[in-house]
């Protein structure tokens, strides 16, 4: 499947290989090589980065900091975030939350028989979490969604979070768009993730679309930070007053 020039001025109108049913043998082998992209491209860096922040700034916890992964897919983001709190002596509940059931088995496969992250498979803006997380992140999931679905989301992250959240996707721009092209080829990663990965980046975001879209959830922009990370990550987030 060939892809066009987008225009870079609008989110693309384009649908991923990936939010097709596929077998799950399928799915693994995208989500092992967009995870392995995630580790090259240093992908876990902002979402490090804001918990650093997060706690340096919060109160002493007297209970387990529990932290909500949305879209979780490959368990990746959710496994380095156990690496980290363990690296500073935090206790924390993990859980990975995705719609596709497959996705869910396949990162609870991928994952230790010593770690405690669960797996829950549910749409996340009619998911009711046990008892409210303190954080809730997501990363290469909004851009999956229609502008009104992510004011919903952003919406549900508002009551459901304690501290605050982050939403870790990618920025709309024609460099990455190319170098992605090429860089997949050159790795020979699966050929759902050569095509989707551009077209990922053509539905991504720029810094206008995120202010319109939290002003739409009533957010103004003195509320979140939009802060870009290189290479071709724009991040925004929220930080609440415990």
């Not at 669960?118 to 502008?147: G, K, N």
């Amino acid at each position: 499947m060939q892809l066009s020039a987008p225009d870079f001025s609008r989110r693309a109108q384009l649908t991923e290989l990936m939010d097709a049913p596929c077998s799950r043998e399928v799915l693994r082998a995208c989500l092992r090589d967009i995870a392995r992209t995630n580790r090259w491209t240093f992908a876990y860096r902002p979402l490090l980065h804001w918990l650093d922040a997060v706690i340096a700034s919060a109160p002493a916890f007297g209970e387990p900091l529990r932290i909500l992964d949305v879209g979780c897919g490959y368990g990746d983001g959710l496994r380095r975030i156990e690496q980290w709190a363990g690296s500073r002596g935090l206790t924390v509940e993990l859980t990975g939350v995705d719609l596709n059931p497959d996705a869910t088995a396949i990162a609870a496969e991928a994952t230790s028989a010593s770690s405690k992250i669960q797996w829950v498979t549910a749409d996340i803006l009619t998911y009711t979490p046990t008892r409210p997380p303190h954080l809730v992140v997501s990363s290469l999931f909004t851009h999956h969604l229609e502008e009104d679905q992510i004011v919903q989301f952003i919406r549900w992250m508002e009551n459901h979070t304690q501290l605050g959240w982050l939403i870790n996707d990618l920025s709309r721009a024609p460099i990455p768009y190319y170098l992605f092209r090429t860089f997949a080829k050159l790795a020979r990663l699966h050929h759902f993730v050569q095509y989707d990965g551009p077209v990922s980046i053509a539905r991504s975001f720029v810094a206008a679309d995120w202010e319109r879209i939290c002003a739409a959830a009533g957010l103004g922009k003195e509320c979140v930070e939009i802060q870009a990370f290189k290479p071709a990550r724009l991040c925004v987030s929220r930080r609440k007053t415990p």
